[in-house]
């Protein structure tokens, strides 16, 4: 090992203690051979000595332990510049622990007559009673009083706060969460670091349908400058209803951006009611208006460079006009803190991490692109799903079964954003697009569990002559409804493509292997694609929407490429009132302790219900088709949802933790399916009657009992205890042994696979069976 001596000249200690002296100019040498080779082998070394005579009376093993310290000062260098990194962040974090125990500490004390640390200072109204209509000076007065109840939430004591549930601060989390408790409406506030200059993070932030998935669109009607070089915005804004059951909200905004005293900037926002004087936006059909309390973001510029940035966001979102088992998901601050306000902290920091590491990702695309595919995906399914008049769609009578609804689009928008005229000889593929939805209540299984098994086992619920039908419509040729040309597309690939710096969504490209049974079917494409969006699959997250949504995709994969997105989309229904106690969040030491799953939380918390986790799965499927067979395709639309809807609720209740304890008076853990209690029965049972272990007691604590269980190689079958026996569960093998899969193995019964023998001899024989 050689070490440079500390005063900086060029003598290098050797491992035998010895030192080494180069001259300038060998150490230029050197440093121009390091930058072209930092690791050379030792052939390559000799002739890079050769082609370099002034290294020529150095030793080989001389210039070897140089490289090698050349590396490690590299190392070093790169971990220093890390490691300031870090102290800038946990400095800034300090600050914000230190700003929010002090914030805590008047909260404690109910001491409200200093509000803010930021608030002093700010501009005093003109009047006792200032003007409160639409001219230049009641709009400011509005705004005014905004900035400063928006202030005194952010840093204040104005609204009593309790953290969020699971959320820790520290240098690499997300920031400092909290929800409110006990006041109107719904709210919740972040603080938190991001990577980017003040003026960058009000730009982002502005501009709320990119990062906001909810939101259909905000207009700014009305631009108004004021004195003191702030800006006042008339603004509306629609959001997306979330499900088939309600109606979407809209608001009647102020927007006020402005910068305070202590350099600041600041961007605060309220609803404008006609009891306010101010100017109105009359009603919109389809939507119901709802509140914005004083609400926006507080961004500091940080030492080193970045900001700091609170986040307010405070609603009522009008529950009353809802169905009353949807009210918990307009009632709960914690939704609004997973849906809103911790998606623009996720946002600006993933736009932070793009920005210091702009490099190429999978399939040649830059993350930029692939978020903003991600964007398309999950805009285009809220498109469906809500079914706006204004964009086109239209509403088809149904089969007086109201379970699925059908919806047609013809409008020319719609068609040119797929792009589904094409040239080559070929008509127009499809000039209409179908959309059927349907929403239902599940009972006690997870979100996150239940997503991951659709996405995991796509077979299960999906059809093979859909998925080569849905792919076909948006490519060049022609297509029919009709089974016979299609491949039977069953092997399933998940390519992943992207995913967010936490990890909470994913894109991917799902891969399915189509295998042709005719001669004519290997014209087809042997493969179809699908561009796929997950989210919401953390277990121990609160209040997380989790969603799957996919579109068939060209091989070409093109930016432009067109997309019907379809998919799932489950919303956990949460109590309303939030049983936390705000005292819990005056030791910030202890946030810092949180590390156990949130789950158990969730589990206290839904103990009123007797531990059932309810939620709210919406289902949306886009069908491109000619517009002569629009019956036969809304047929076909609604039969295969209503088959979808059949399998997801045999595997919510497969996976539903209540299932089998329900009869042993037990109850699994939140989040773990009912085959791990099964997988325990099926073990005791074989060792209590049988005298010997099904599995080797070497693998406990070295691999789940379940997964053992599931990948032993002989075939276990559990049946039910009935007159007609029907199996209930099975391993990999018992389901490769019966040519079935898990969700199918209910409808078999051992009636069917035995012969008429087979039958005679089970029936005489089960009776002792169940007595053994």
């Known amino acids: 090992m050689s070490m440079a001596c500390k005063d900086g000249s060029n003598k290098h200690l050797m491992d035998n203690g010895k030192y080494v002296r180069y001259t300038p100019e060998q150490v230029e040498a050197l440093e121009r051979l390091y930058h072209d080779c930092p690791k050379p082998s030792s052939i390559r070394r000799q002739q890079l000595i050769r082609e370099c005579p002034i290294l020529s009376n150095i030793e080989p093993r001389q210039i070897k332990v140089w490289f090698q310290n050349r590396r490690c000062r590299e190392k070093q260098r790169k971990e220093s510049f890390r490691l300031q990194g870090v102290n800038r962040k946990l400095t800034a974090m300090n600050k914000l622990l230190m700003e929010e125990n002090d914030r ?84 919740a506030r972040a603080c938190g670091l991001v990577g980017l200059e003040p003026t960058r993070v009000a730009e982002i932030l502005k501009d709320r349908p990119l990062w906001f998935r909810d939101c259909r669109a905000v207009d700014i009607v009305n631009v108004l400058p004021t004195a003191n070089g702030g800006t006042i915005e008339l603004l509306y804004m629609q959001l997306y209803a979330p499900t088939t059951l309600a ?61 700091i940035i609170h986040i307010v966001d405070h609603m009522d979102l009008e529950p009353w006009s809802v169905p009353e088992v949807l009210r918990p998901l307009y009632e709960s601050p914690t939704v609004l803190a997973q849906k809103t306000t911790m998606a623009a902290l996720r946002h600006l920091r993933q736009i932070s991490h793009e ?48 379970d699925v609804t059908i919806l047609v689009n ?47 086992h796509r077979s299960e619920w999906a059809d093979n002559n859909m998925d080569a039908y849905t792919a076909a419509a948006i490519k060049v040729g022609p297509c029919s409804l009709t089974g016979s040309r299609i491949g039977n597309y069953g092997g399933q690939v998940i390519l992943p493509l992207a995913h967010t710096i936490e990890h909470e969504e994913f894109l991917e490209v799902i891969k399915l292997d189509g295998v042709a049974h005719s001669p004519e079917e290997t014209m087809m494409a042997r493969e179809l694609f699908l561009l796929q969006l997950c989210s919401g699959m953390d277990e121990n997250a609160i209040g997380t929407c989790a969603e799957l949504i996919f579109a068939p995709i060209d091989a070409s994969f093109a930016d432009d490429a067109p997309l019907l997105p379809s998919g799932f989309r489950i919303i956990p229904l949460e109590s309303g009132k939030e049983a936390s106690s705000p005292n819990r969040t005056l030791d910030l030491a202890s946030a810092l302790d949180v590390g156990g799953p949130t789950g158990n939380r969730a589990s206290s918390d839904n103990a009123g219900n007797s531990g059932c986790v309810r939620s709210v799965m919406t289902i949306a499927f886009e069908f491109a088709f000619e517009s002569h067979m629009q019956e036969n395709v809304a047929c076909m639309a609604r039969q295969y949802v209503r088959s979808i809807i059949s399998s997801v609720q045999r595997v919510a ?73 029907v199996f209930t569960f099975s391993n990999q093998a018992g389901l490769d042994m019966l040519e079935t899969t898990l969700v199918a193995l209910q409808d078999i019964t051992l009636e069917k696979i035995f012969d008429d023998h087979g039958r005679k001899t089970l029936f005489s024989e089960f009776p002792q069976i169940i007595q053994q």
Request: charged letters at 15%; glycine letters at 8%; aromatic letters at 6%.
């Open 653 to 725: 209740l497969a996976l539903s933790p209540s299932h089998l304890s329900s009869h042993a008076g037990l109850r699994s853990p939140l989040g773990t399916p009912e085959a791990q209690t099964l997988a325990h029965w099926i073990c005791n049972s074989y060792r209590c009657y049988l005298g010997v272990d099904l599995l080797k007691s070497n693998n406990e604590g070295k691999e789940p009992l379940l997964k053992s269980l599931w990948h032993h190689s002989d075939a276990v079958l559990c049946c039910t205890l009935k007159a007609l026996p």
């Open 104 to 187: 805590l500490q008047k909260q404690a004390t109910k001491d409200t007559s200093c509000e803010s640390v930021v608030t002093s200072g700010q501009h005093n109204m003109t009047s006792q009673h200032p003007p409160r209509d639409a001219s230049p000076a009641g709009l400011l007065s509005i705004a005014e009083e905004t900035l400063a109840e928006f202030l005194s939430k952010a840093t204040g004591t104005a609204v009593e706060w309790v953290q969020m549930p699971g959320m820790k601060p520290g240098p690499d989390s997300i920031g400092i969460i909290a929800i409110s408790h006990g006041c109107t409406g719904v709210a």
């Open 355 to 402: 920005v210091s590491q702009p490099n190429v990702t999978g399939w040649g695309r830059r993350p930029a692109a692939l978020r903003a595919l991600s964007q398309r995906l999950s805009r285009g399914f809220n498109e469906a799903l809500n079914g706006f008049t204004d964009e086109g769609w239209t509403m088809m009578g149904n089969d007086g079964v109201d």
């Open 410 to 456: 013809s409008s020319p928008d719609k068609l040119m954003g797929l792009n589904l005229s094409f040239g080559n000889g070929f008509p127009s593929v499809s000039n209409a697009v179908l959309c059927a939805k349907a929403s239902m209540l599940l009972q006690n299984v997870p979100p996150a569990i239940l997503l991951r098994f659709l996405r995991e």
């Open 247 to 307: 109606p979407a909200r809209d608001f009647w905004l102020l927007r006020y951006t402005s910068v305070v005293e202590d350099g600041s900037l600041v961007i605060c926002e309220r609803s404008l009611k006609n009891t306010q004087n101010g100017p109105s936006m009359p009603p919109v059909p389809h939507f119901v208006r709802a509140d914005m309390l004083p609400s926006g973001y507080l961004i500091r510029p940080c030492e080193g460079g970045g900001s």
